[in-house]
Nanobody, 114 residues
Framework: QVEFVESGGGLVQPGGSLRLSCAAS????????MAWFRQAPDKSREWVAR???????NYAASVEGRFTISRDNTKNMVHLQMNGLKPEDTAIYYC????????WGQGTQVTVSS
């Protein structure tokens, strides 16, 4: 069993930046590939970015070039640096194992609005 606690969300203007953090209750190196997901109002949860244990990253086309995922296996933390935020990035952001997903945390709300 593992729990994830996300933090770092908030209200930001278009073009702004936020850094999200995710703390896992146990070793993420043993979990494997970690990922960020998001769920916008009235939409299904979608995958945003993933990072392998060795640090190889992949991104959804909608965030490529603006978001950067990273992980610290020694601290069991996963981060998402978000730059150039757009209103369509507004969502609740969650971290989890890329596949299969474990139990979901509460997420952290990101709102991009002027």
């Amino acid at each position: 069993q593992v729990e994830f606690v996300e933090s770092g969300g908030g209200l930001v203007q278009p073009g702004g930046s936020l850094r999200l953090s995710c703390a896992a209750s146990r070793s993420i190196a043993s979990i494997g590939t970690m990922a960020w997901f998001r769920q916008a109002p009235d939409k299904s949860r979608e995958w945003v970015a993933r990072v392998t244990v060795s640090g190889i990253t992949n991104y959804a086309a909608s965030v490529e070039g603006r978001f950067t995922i990273s992980r610290d296996n020694t601290k069991n933390m996963v981060h998402l640096q978000m730059n150039g935020l757009k209103p369509e990035d507004t969502a609740i952001y969650y971290c989890n194992s890329h596949f299969p997903a474990r139990s979901w945390g509460q997420g952290t709300q990101v709102t991009v609005s002027s």
